[in-house]
């Protein structure tokens, strides 16, 4: 089955402990982005990847550092985690040519920072 | 630089009766693609239809279908017969060039039993 996979699906930390968000898709898609959703905003692009080993920056990236070693793989690391960064994240996949017009979303990530 | 707006926070419908959620969006480009999400309670995000700019033909799926208009930079989702089920945030999005996707704020779906 064709997924992206998000893990953990919820997580509490304190503010300043160093975490990683992990996501993995099985369809050897190119691109990959990280989202965070935050009530009447919508979503909005922390990072994004066209390939392995080439990222940048989407719209929100302050606080947020990501890596591409490998095409199925696109961590999301919050090095020192702050309040503000409470949120739900979503990482997304889409592929290049076929079906170019279509993200598949992980379930998303739950995440509280006290 | 890209922009959606979704004018409605909150809309609510009578199950069985027809609701329209409005869209808008602004833009320079001439190619790109337009996505109805859906994320119901569990969070996920659920692609409902999509529309394809250069296509005039509006996208349909089952009780979902679009009015697309491109010179109005306007992208209105409607349901039909609406089910307890499509109890939901619904999120107007842009794919632009470079695949980033431009979201709106979302419109809360309520359905009156």
């Known amino acids: 089955e064709a997924q992206v996979t998000q893990n953990p699906r919820y997580l509490i930390t304190v503010t300043g402990k160093k975490l990683t968000v992990t996501c993995s898709q099985n369809m050897n898609h190119e691109y990959m982005s990280w989202y965070r959703q935050d009530p009447g905003l919508g979503l909005r692009q922390i990072y994004y990847?066209?390939?392995?080993?080439?990222?940048d920056k989407g719209d929100v990236p302050e606080g947020y550092k990501v890596s591409r070693k490998e095409k199925r793989n696109f961590p999301l690391i919050l090095e020192s985690p702050s309040p503000n960064q409470t949120s739900l994240y979503f990482c997304a996949s889409i592929p290049w040519g076929q079906n170019t017009d279509t993200q598949y979303f992980g379930p998303g990530t739950r995440l509280t920072v006290l | 630089a890209q922009t959606v707006t979704q004018s409605q926070p909150e809309m609510s419908v009578q199950e069985a009766e027809t609701v329209t959620l409005s869209c808008t969006y602004d833009?320079?480009?001439?190619?790109?693609?337009l996505f109805w999400y859906k994320q119901p309670p569990s969070r996920q995000m659920i692609l409902v239809i999509r529309?394809?700019?250069?296509k005039q033909q509006n996208a349909t799926e089952n009780r979902f279908s679009v009015n697309f208009q491109k010179a109005a930079k306007s992208f209105s989702l409607k349901i039909s017969d609406s089910q307890l089920g499509d109890a939901a945030m619904y999120f107007c999005a842009y794919l632009d060039s470079n695949y980033q996707l431009i979201w709106g704020a979302g419109t809360k779906l309520i359905i009156k039993p």
């Open positions: 529309q394809e700019a250069y």
């Open positions: 990847s066209m390939n392995v080993e080439v990222t």
């Open positions: 833009t320079s480009e001439s190619d790109y693609y």
